[in-house]
């Protein structure tokens, strides 16, 4: 190529970026082009006085309304800052290294990136693959993605349209920190499809619904299983001293429910025996939701928790206990069939169960399918996470396998699927220590004072 061409080449290709890089920045590029405009015509005390008053109603902003200020101005600064200074920076040197280029004649193709959203913890950055290319090539690659830009992991979400992807950089464990018992919320705020029992990792409040669902728990022990239901309970309990909500507790292995005994026995019902008590408190349920189920057939398909019909949650410790583990085997078939009956009907009637269990495998629970609502805290295997939480669930990001056994950091964290992204989420439910039992008991059973309800 002629010398003249090679550098009217070079001419046009910089011209261009100068024009792209002035689009892009145009926000930032016309507020230090006015304030040097200013300090030339005017004198540089001019926009030195500007930067201050502007330094000063960022102040009150933030004094007065720290959320919005946050997600309104630092976040969007921070994402311009890690787009430059971080993903545009080592963007092309990565994804070579990480194989996720293409030349082709000679020419180099690299996917593109189009946008980065900061929040407390973690970057969202925005990629249009190249042509052909699937998210699994990206998968494959995370952990060198995750080095490369120095992130403690990376995970590949769903992008806005086909061929572009969302990549997930956490920068660091938001959850790594255990969260104390949230306040008990006034009976006007308790939300049954929406009740706050822990953090997501973005910072937003964990959610549960027990309305019109059930929930399986699945956590190696000491996984935080106990946290996720006391949480619960705590978070209905101003319904259960309004009589709207009935917590029935089965409690095989006398440990954890057995501290609110004295308010599952005032408010629900409760039942350790393991020579039938607790089958037949299972099967007195299925009895009372079928009673309801013909009461309610034809009348009304959604339900509205009332004192007549309150609300029942039946929470099972440990599912496995009376579905595989008890001796004998015909309060193992009733337990079963009793579950299968809650749990296939009992959701449109008012009635949710709720099963922690320590071993997600098959054969110790056939039941599985049965509960919509599925949380994976810390397991043994990494084969049991797709177990529990469905196919592929493990490859879209949720190591369960890999929450820490220290129960400082890992205990009460896990992955859930959340009704608006198909996407697994880190959750760390909120620690209900024993103390907060105690109140808890007090609260609802005031003639015992807090020595007797522990
Ligand atoms: N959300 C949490 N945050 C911080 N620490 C927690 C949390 N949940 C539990 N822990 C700690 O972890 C320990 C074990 O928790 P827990 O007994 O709830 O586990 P589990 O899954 O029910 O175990 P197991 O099946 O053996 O009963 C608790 O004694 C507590 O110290």
Redesign the pocket.
Known sequence: MPEGLVLLVNLVRALVRTVVFLVRNIVPVTVVGGLGWLGVRCGWAVPLVFLVLAGIGAGVWAAADRPSFVCCAVRPAQARWRLAMVYRRDWQPVLVTAGLTKTHKGREYLPSLVRVRCGPASDRVLVRMLKGQAPDAWERVAVNLAHGFGATLVRVREGDRPGRIWLEFVRHDALAV??PALPVPDAADVDLSALEIGRVEDGSPWRLRLLGTHVLIA?A???????VIWSTVRAVLPLMLAGLVEVWAIDP?R??LSFGRPLFERYGRYSDDPKGGMVDLLEAAARDMNARAEQFAGVTRSFTPSLEHPFRVVVVDELAFLTAYCPQRDLRKRAEAALAVLTSQGRSVGYCVIG?Q?DARKEVNNLRNLFPDRIA?RLDEDEQVDMVLGDGARDRGALADQISSV??IG??VGFVRLETTPDPVRV????VGDDDIRTMVTLGVPELDAGEAA
Request: aromatic share 4%; hydrophobic share 35%.
């Open positions: 255990p969260i956590g022990t000491g996984a935080g299983k106990g946290s292995k440990m954890e922690a320590q805290l129960p400082h205990a009460g760390r439910a909120a620690y």
